[in-house]
């Protein structure tokens, strides 16, 4: 999905989760902020990364997605 990035939550998720999985460390927090970092160049992080911040942590912590 890398040629195709939008400005939106979902396309941010779907790149989020693509990234995670690519991502080694055990704090999750920090596994977080990493994945961010590596997606900086995605439109919806340039935007709006606090926004992007609280997408990952929901999918990551309330949706118990990669547990």
């Not at 902020?33 to 990952?56: C, G, Q, T, Y």
């Amino acid at each position: 999905m890398k040629d195709k990035l939008y400005n939106n939550a979902d396309s941010f998720s779907i790149s989020f989760d693509e990234e995670w999985q690519k991502v080694k460390c055990d704090d999750l927090n920090e596994k977080i902020e990493m994945v961010i970092e590596l997606l900086n160049d995605h439109p919806f992080v340039a935007s709006n990364i606090d926004m992007a911040r609280k997408i990952a942590k929901f999918r990551i912590f309330s949706l118990k997605r990669f547990h």
